[in-house]
């Protein structure tokens, strides 16, 4: 498997077990992000990803159709690093909504899977930059054992595709 797409394997496994991303729209709001969190529908890697909200949020009232965003992603060991470009929409899908609804979902929305205040956001990737966190002391061993650690770091970093 190729190192890119190694890495990528391990950013939608982080994302996965994780969840918790900072979103925002590009050009908009100067740039700034919320936490948010984030669901994958199903075992594949690959996009879209979800993101469940509410109508009076600023960042879904600022979604203006298919809006360019940008997500950031730290696993929570800090073992992965991500920064995502995409595209972010309102897509209140009845299927999915029902897919990924869950008991820490239900507690957000008093009316449940049809309450009119839930929103839920489509976020389809296209690029990242995926940093892996290569621990300093296996650097320090390394460099003590003769090998140089920037050498290999270099196949810990990866622009790799998310787009179907």
Known sequence: MKAEAAIAAKFWKALRSDRTVMLGLVGVD??????????????????????????????VKAVDGRS????????????????IDGDLEIDNDPAVVDRLWNPFLAAWYEEGKRDPKLRLLRFDPDRAQVWLNENSMFSALKLMLGRDPKKEYKEKVADVSLAD
């Open 30 to 59: 100067e740039g700034h992000t919320q936490p948010m969190t984030a669901l994958v529908d199903g075992d594949q890697d690959a996009g879209p990803i979800w993101i469940f909200s509410a109508r009076d949020v600023d960042l």
């Open 68 to 83: 360019p965003a940008l997500m950031h992603f730290v696993s929570k060991g800090h073992e992965l690093f991500a920064s």
